[in-house]
């Protein structure tokens, strides 16, 4: 079983910011991949960053230049750091896994962490 743990979700005024950790834990699986993905009430959930085991990334056009996915592949722990935060990123952050588990491709999402921004 692979459980994901979120945490660094919060209250912030515009042009702060958040740091989101997302750590992997359970055994017999290797990481594909680990992100983050959005969804603000009414709206569809987004993707927001990935980066991959050989920490490739990839970034939403909303989030280049503010947000900066790392890992820490020791740890199987995913952060998202969030600069210049604006009220349009308030949303739920849901931190994602894409893993190779008992020989299959398994897609995981964590419990969701509520991020405001306030104008």
């Known amino acids: 079983q692979v459980q994901l743990v979120e945490s660094g979700g919060g209250l912030v005024q515009a042009g702060g910011s958040l740091r989101l950790s997302c750590a992997a834990s359970g055994s017999g699986f290797s990481i594909n991949a680990m992100g983050w993905a959005r969804q603000a009430p009414g709206n569809k959930r987004e993707l927001v960053a990935v980066?991959?085991?050989?920490?490739?990334?990839m970034y939403a056009d909303s989030a280049k230049g503010r947000f900066t996915i790392s890992r820490n592949g020791a740890k199987n722990t995913v952060f998202l750091q969030m600069n210049n935060l604006k009220p349009e990123d308030t949303a739920v952050y849901y931190c994602n896994l894409d893993a190779i588990y008992m020989g299959s491709t398994m897609h995981y999402w964590g419990q969701g962490t509520q991020v405001t921004v306030s104008s």
């Open positions: 980066i991959t085991s050989g920490s490739t990334t």
